[in-house]
Nanobody
Framework: QVQLVESGGGLVQAGGSLRLSCVGS????????TAWFRQPPGKEREFVAV????????QYADSVKGRFTVSRDNAKNTVYLQMNSLKPEDTAVYFC??????????????????WGQGTQVTVSS
């Protein structure tokens, strides 16, 4: 079992950058698929990016490709989401998620058993 705590959210102007962090406690995050999801106001939670369990590959939602970068530091038991060229439509609560063995696709919320509490990102125009 792993506990996840996100940080790094805030208010930023369009075109700016933020880096989110997700610190794991309990088991090492390197043992898990670790992903970022977001939930815009009034909308459902959606997939953003994932680090595949072995850490050798990543995948992104089309809406963030080329702007966001997900990475993992196993020594610090931390997953990061570097967000550049932010747009107002990136405004959302961002959640970190993890699972040892996905029971479904990597972009489905139902595939992940462990979630953080979320951190708010607001991008002003």
């Amino acid at each position: 079992q792993v506990q996840l705590v996100e940080s790094g959210g805030g208010l930023v102007q369009a075109g700016g950058s933020l880096r989110l962090s997700c610190v794991g406690s309990g088991r090492t995050v390197g043992s898990y698929y670790t992903a970022w999801f977001r939930q815009p106001p009034g909308k459902e939670r959606e997939f953003v990016a994932v680090v595949i369990k072995n850490g050798l590959s990543t995948q992104y939602a089309d809406s963030v490709k080329g702007r966001f970068t997900v990475s993992r530091d196993n020594a610090k038991n931390t997953v990061y989401l570097q967000m550049n060229s932010l747009k107002p439509e990136d405004t959302a609560v961002y959640f970190c998620a993890a699972d040892v063995s996905l029971g479904g696709t990597i972009d489905a919320t139902s595939s992940y058993d462990y979630w953080g509490q979320g951190t708010q990102v607001t991008v002003s125009s």
